[in-house]
């Protein structure tokens, strides 16, 4: 009856090595994926960031022109109605 105990306790231990080196090997990949996941998020954030940023920049432009036409009624400067002023001149 030992032996057959011994040959049982053998094979538990070879089946629960498995499993550890399974649940490793596992483990091991969902860390890597989850890097990599962490690494798209930040890139991804880097990105939203810089298309905000574009987004204000040429918003701001084009509403300020926008206003300034509509409510002060303003025009592009044309080189016909452009004076220039000399220092001591006339």
């Known amino acids: ?24 090997y596992q483990s091991r990949r969902l860390f890597i994926e989850l890097e990599r996941s962490q690494a798209m998020v930040r890139q991804l954030d880097i990105e939203w960031a810089q298309l905000q940023l574009d987004q204000s920049t040429l918003g701001k432009s084009a509403r300020i022109e926008a206003n300034a036409r509509r409510d002060l009624a303003m025009v592009p400067v044309t080189p016909g109605r452009t004076q220039y002023l000399t220092v001591g001149g006339k």
Do not use: E, K, N, P
């Open 1 to 24: 009856m030992s032996a057959r105990l011994g040959a049982f306790l053998t094979a538990l231990l070879i089946l629960c090595a498995l499993s550890l080196v399974t649940a490793q």
